[in-house]
């Protein structure tokens, strides 16, 4: 088993930064690989990026692509999520997820989730 807390959301302008963090307890969070993901009101879960068991392995949606950025500290049991230059379409709940097995944008085949933290962008 393993307990996912995401913190870190927030109200921000367009063109501001969030960093979302995800806290792990459980099974050896360096065992698992995580993802972010995000759901905006009204439209299904979308994949947002992960990141393997050791750091490296990043995978990004091409929406997010060279504005968000996923990390690790397996030492705090810590994934994270660096949002810059936000636009309003990003507004979405955010949520982590763990899994044993690389599962990819395949946000139905986590085993794990947290309960998500809120994303709201202001034009």
């Known amino acids: 088993q393993v307990q996912l807390a995401e913190s870190g959301g927030g109200l921000v302008q367009a063109g501001g930064s969030l960093r979302l963090a995800c806290a792990a307890s459980g099974r050896i969070f360096s065992s698992v690989v995580m993802g972010w993901f995000r759901q905006a009101p009204g439209k299904e879960r979308e994949f947002v990026a992960t990141?393997?068991?050791?750091?490296?392995?990043?995978y990004y949606s091409d929406s997010v692509k060279g504005r968000f950025t996923i990390s690790r500290d397996n030492a705090k049991n810590t994934v994270y999520l660096q949002i810059n230059s936000l636009k309003p379409e990003d507004t979405a709940v955010y949520y982590c997820?763990?899994?044993?097995?690389?599962?990819?944008?395949?946000?139905?085949?986590?085993?794990?989730w947290g309960q998500g933290t809120q994303v709201t962008v202001s034009s």
């Open positions: 997820a763990a899994d044993p097995i690389y599962r990819g944008s395949l946000y139905r085949e986590y085993a794990y």
């Open positions: 990141i393997n068991w050791n750091g490296g392995g990043a």
